[in-house]
């Protein structure tokens, strides 16, 4: 009896009978049927990253990034457990997308999350923007990992951190007039909310970055690879300030680290692949930055920038 594969990769006819999910029985009918670990990280969210005049100050730091990956022992971000490996196909084609880092939205204004990070299946959301400061500061923007709130420059009331949706959400801004922004979270930890202290105003702290060991694995230099910091909330003007709340521990100001912004511009994302050397891939549309490298028994490829689908061989 003849067999017709369908337009649908993942279902079989034979004959009139559908067998789905690519199987007769235990057996695949795809005969390069593999599967994939991964980290995909979005991009960074935004802060002010231009403290120059009187309208920068009081700004939530950026969120960032979210974080997920198919590793067990690192975990995805926000506490949650990781993901289950991918099952790929070749002749599919796959979409992969790196999330740009979100950009400041000037004085007394809200900047933009960081772009989201897809690969197949995978979707890491961008960091939440920081909230701006003002006479009606804005509440810190939802997103892969939460913006900090902004602060008030007039009255008083306290603005919300944004949620954590592949991360832990960002806080508050400071409650009192003048005050200063709260921290935007991080993939490992939630950000702090900005205080007063002895009559400081003191801006909170970014949340924590996450380490992926896929992500060494590739770059294989014996360097650890942390992703997804916070960044820490703006300082007060007027009056007495500590500085800038601290940015997330392990946090870093590359490319592709998905670092929620402060004073600098947010991070882009990264995905990073791991999968057997007998296959390879093409970019079937769009435009991808790659690089791959094979050790031992398997291929690893970085996306480091662009927007596309792929197909494996």
Do not use: C
């Amino acid at each position: 009896m003849p067999i017709h594969l369908s337009e649908s990769p993942s279902t079989l006819k034979v004959g009139e009978a559908n067998v789905t999910a690519g199987y007769i029985g235990t057996t695949s009918i795809y005969p390069n049927e593999f599967t994939t670990d991964f980290a995909v990280i979005g991009g960074g969210g935004a802060s002010n990253d231009n403290v120059g005049g009187f309208g920068y100050y009081y700004t939530g730091g950026g969120g960032g990034g979210g974080f997920r990956t198919s590793i067990t022992g690192d975990g995805n971000g926000g506490g949650n457990a990781a993901d289950s490996q991918l099952i790929l196909y070749s002749t599919v084609e796959y979409t992969v997308t790196v999330g740009d880092g979100g950009t400041g939205g000037g004085a007394y204004a809200t900047g933009t999350n960081g772009g989201d990070s897809v690969f197949a299946t995978i979707t890491s959301l961008g960091g939440g923007a920081g909230g701006a400061g003002g006479s009606t500061p804005t509440n810190g923007v939802n997103g892969g990992s939460g913006g900090g709130g902004g602060s008030r420059t007039s009255g008083y009331g306290l603005s919300s951190g944004g949620t954590g949706t592949n991360g832990y959400a960002g806080a508050g801004g400071g409650p009192f007039l003048n005050g200063a922004g709260g921290g935007g979270g991080g993939a490992a930890s939630a950000g702090s909310a900005a205080y007063q202290s002895g009559g400081n105003y003191v801006a909170g702290a970014g949340g924590n970055a996450q380490r992926s060991t896929l992500a060494e694995e590739y770059h294989n230099d014996g360097s650890q690879r942390w992703f997804s910091a916070g960044g820490g909330g703006i300082q007060a003007f007027l009056y007495n300030s500590t500085g800038n709340g601290s940015n997330g521990s392990n946090h870093s100001t590359l490319a592709n680290t998905g670092m929620g912004a402060q004073t600098t511009a947010a991070t882009s994302g990264a995905i990073y692949i791991k999968y057997t050397n007998t296959i390879s891939f093409s970019v079937t549309s769009g435009s991808l930055t790659s690089a791959t490298s094979t050790i031992g028994d398997y291929k690893y490829t970085f996306f480091s920038a662009g927007n596309g689908t792929i197909t494996f061989l």
